[in-house]
């Protein structure tokens, strides 16, 4: 997949998730223009960055990296209100998201 496709990809999810650019900026410790230029395809984002982000956002990884992978919405959502987290909020949320991710691909393999 594309930088651009992925970026399209990632502006949705955001947007859709209530975060602000500045806030994923600030979680991923980058510049806020690096998530701009990452959303609309100017810059490809790394591997590493892009595994934070799916934990933030609540999606698999391939959603992401694979364009026949066509998903509705997160794999895990919470209810919470965006404006009012701080900066420590947001690795919180994006372990609990990635625990139960993985949490509901164990009961998956399970047969559960």
Request: hydrophobic residues 35%.
């Amino acid at each position: 997949m594309d930088s651009k496709t992925i970026g399209k990809r990632l502006r949705t999810v955001r947007e859709s998730t209530g975060f602000t650019q500045e806030q994923v900026a600030k979680y991923l410790d980058v510049k806020r223009e690096i998530i701009s230029y990452i959303e609309t395809g100017a810059r490809p984002v790394s591997t590493l960055m892009l595994r934070k982000l799916t934990d933030l956002y609540g999606y698999k990884f391939s959603y992401f990296v694979d364009e026949s992978v066509k998903e509705e919405g997160p794999q895990v959502s919470m209810a919470f209100r965006v404006s009012d987290l701080s900066d420590s909020d947001l690795p919180i949320i994006a372990q609990v998201k990635k625990i139960a991710l993985n949490l509901d691909s164990l009961y998956k393999l399970l047969g559960e």
